[in-house]
């Protein structure tokens, strides 16, 4: 029997109404350290050093993403910044744990300020983010100032996370640093633990803060480093 102050069908409908779907994806420590709760290998192919690999495709699931600036209760995740979401899961949806990644489906890309590569050994290097749109590529001069800029169809194409150098264009040398601005499809992480919500019994589902995966693994190192 429902014991809770919440009617169920109205709470099953906000789910309906509100949710969006989303992909998530689990992580699971990675095991390339030399110990037990050690440090991950810096040179590990399969978590990139991060210590947290996705062995998994993604699950489909639905989630009500929220805006931080919306929700004033939220001592209970510590120092959140603006840009930051909350997502609230209905109950028996797979929940969320610390550097998962939620992936929502819209098309559209939003303002990232971009990354710096370092220019590999192959055709192809690795953006942060699926790109929706490049705005620029190139390299600069620090002596003279001045800057070299890629033109994306004729140096570089771009699918997803992955720019590849094309045949017959220009590139950076090897080892050589440029930047790259582009509108991006945000992957979102918990950096805390989710809250596990209950009401006289009753499983109201999962709420979890998320922050851009980028500053979610910079939040982690800087808890790390100040034990």
């Known amino acids: 029997?429902?014991?809770?102050?919440?009617?169920?069908a109205d709470f099953q409908d906000f789910?309906?109404?509100?949710?969006?779907?989303?992909?998530?994806?689990?992580?699971?420590?990675?095991?390339?350290?030399?110990?037990?709760?050690?440090?991950?290998?810096?040179?590990?192919?399969?978590?990139?050093?991060?210590?947290?690999?996705?062995?998994?495709?993604?699950?489909t699931t639905r989630m009500v993403l929220t805006q931080v600036t919306q929700r004033?209760?939220?001592?209970?995740?510590?120092?959140?910044?603006?840009?930051?979401?909350?997502?609230d899961q209905p109950p028996h949806a797979p929940q969320l744990?610390?550097?998962?990644?939620?992936?929502?489906?819209?098309s559209r890309g939003e303002p990232y300020e971009g990354d710096e590569i370092a220019r590999g050994t192959t055709a192809s290097d690795s953006l942060t983010y699926?790109?929706?749109?490049?705005?620029f590529c190139g390299t600069?001069?620090?002596?003279?100032?001045?800057?070299?800029?890629?033109v994306q169809?004729?140096?570089?194409?771009?699918?997803?996370?992955?720019?590849?150098?094309?045949?017959?264009?220009?590139?950076?040398?090897?080892g050589a640093l440029y930047a790259v601005r582009y509108n991006a499809q945000f992957e979102w992480s918990p950096w805390l633990p989710g809250q596990v919500r209950y009401e006289r019994?009753?499983?109201?589902g999962q709420r979890t803060a998320l922050r851009k995966r980028h500053l979610a693994l910079q939040t982690i190192s800087q808890m790390v480093a100040s034990g």
């Open 201 to 204: 019994g009753t499983n109201l």
């Open 72 to 87: 004033q209760t939220l001592e209970a995740y510590g120092e959140l910044i603006p840009g930051d979401m909350v997502a």
């Open 15 to 59: 789910f309906r109404q509100h949710a969006e779907r989303v992909l998530l994806y689990r992580a699971v420590p990675c095991p390339c350290g030399n110990q037990p709760g050690g440090p991950s290998n810096i040179n590990c192919l399969a978590c990139g050093g991060l210590g947290r690999f996705y062995p998994d495709p993604p699950v």
């Open 1 to 8: 029997m429902w014991n809770s102050r919440f009617p169920p």
């Open 97 to 106: 744990s610390i550097l998962d990644i939620v992936l929502p489906t819209w």
């Open 153 to 174: 169809g004729a140096d570089f194409s771009v699918a997803g996370k992955t720019i590849t150098w094309l045949t017959g264009g220009s590139a950076p040398a090897a």
């Open 130 to 135: 699926r790109a929706q749109e490049v705005f």
């Open 140 to 150: 600069v001069d620090p002596v003279t100032g001045a800057a070299t800029a890629y």
